[in-house]
């Protein structure tokens, strides 16, 4: 059985930091791409990064993710079947849940949902001004 567990969430004031990260199980974490997702509050869940098996990654540039290049580092550990997201420079707009999904072998260049076949529950983050 596959499980996807974040953690790392929390309450920071704007420019502060946090570190978030995916727990993996009960699939060969090597053979997946990871993404993050976030969702505001009334707002639909985007892509923010996906991180490929070789070490690409990718953003979804179906939205602005202008003001989150240079803040926000995608990374994995293989060995520890984790993915990373690192969020520095936080600002109140990047309130949210953010999610982990798992996609077999590549990111999806559509970042479509429905193409990633795990989740996790989602770890939620809330920057206060």
């Known amino acids: 059985q596959v499980q996807i567990v974040e953690s790392g969430g929390g309450s920071v004031q704007a420019g502060g930091s946090l570190r978030l990260s995916c727990t993996a199980s009960g699939l060969t974490f090597g053979d997946y791409a990871m993404g993050w997702f976030r969702q505001a509050p009334g707002k639909e869940r985007e892509g923010v990064l996906c991180l490929s098996r070789d070490g690409d990654y990718t953003w979804d540039n179906k939205y602005d993710t202008t003001s989150m290049k240079g803040r926000f580092t995608i990374s994995r550990d293989n060995a520890k079947n984790t993915l990373y997201l690192q969020m520095n420079s936080l600002k109140p707009e990047d309130t949210g849940t953010y999610f982990c999904?798992?996609?077999?072998?590549?990111?999806?260049?559509?970042?479509?949902?429905?193409?990633?076949?795990?989740w996790g529950q989602g770890t939620q983050v809330t920057v206060s001004s």
């Open positions: 999904a798992a996609r077999y072998r590549s990111c999806s260049a559509s970042w479509n949902p429905l193409e990633f076949s795990y």
